[in-house]
C-alpha cells in the first residue's frame, strides 16, 4: 500500500513535459499539490481520468493547488499527450519509477500494470488523502474534495 493519511511526501525531482526540473521543495510550506500516478499518456482510461483533472483544473487553482501527472512516459511522450488534450497542468516522467516507488504506488492488475493512485498533500507536506484505484472516475472528484476541506 502506498503512502497514508498524515505522512510526510518523500522529497523528489523529475523533469517535466517540457524538460524543465520540477521540485517538491519549490512547492512544501506553499501550497498544496495533487499527485496523481497514472499508468501510461494516450490510453483512454488515463486520458479520462487526465482530462477530468484538465476539466476541473480552476477549482484547484481557485484553491491554491498544484496538480501534477505522474507516469513513466518520457518528457517528449508528455509533451505530445499535454498538446493533444490541452493539458494544463505538469506532466513528470518517471522513466525509471523512482518516484512511484517513493510513494509505494503498487502495480495492478496481475502486477502488469502501473498503479493508479491520487494523493492530496497540505502545503506542510503531509499527505491528506490517497485513494488506489485503477477505476479511472473518482480521482479527480476525490482530490477536490480533499482540497475543500483544507481550503
Known amino acids: 500500500m502506498g503512502l ?3 505522512d510526510r511526501i518523500p522529497d523528489f525531482s523529475l523533469k517535466d513535459q517540457h524538460g524543465n526540473t520540477f521540485s517538491t521543495a519549490d512547492f512544501t510550506g506553499k501550497k498544496p499539490l495533487v499527485i496523481f500516478f497514472y499508468p501510461k499518456d494516450n490510453t483512454p482510461g488515463c486520458t479520462k481520468e487526465a482530462c477530468s483533472f484538465r476539466d476541473s483544473y ?3 487553482t ?14 517528449s511522450s508528455h509533451s505530445t499527450f499535454a498538446a493533444r ?3 494544463p497542468f505538469v506532466l513528470l516522467s518517471d522513466p525509471k ?5 517513493l510513494f509505494k504506488v503498487e502495480k495492478s492488475l496481475f502486477n502488469l500494470l502501473p498503479g493508479r493512485e491520487t494523493y492530496v498533500v497540505d502545503k506542510g507536506g503531509h499527505v ?3 485513494f488506489n484505484n485503477m477505476g479511472a472516475s473518482g480521482h479527480m472528484s476525490r482530490a477536490l474534495k480533499a482540497l475543500k476541506k483544507i481550503s
Open 4 to 6: 497514508k493519511v498524515g
Open 58 to 60: 480552476e477549482e484547484f
Open 62 to 75: 481557485e484553491r491554491g493547488a498544484e496538480v501534477i501527472g505522474i507516469s513513466a512516459d518520457s518528457e
Open 85 to 87: 488534450y490541452n493539458l
Open 97 to 101: 519509477n523512482k518516484v512511484r516507488r
Open 128 to 130: 491528506i488523502m490517497s
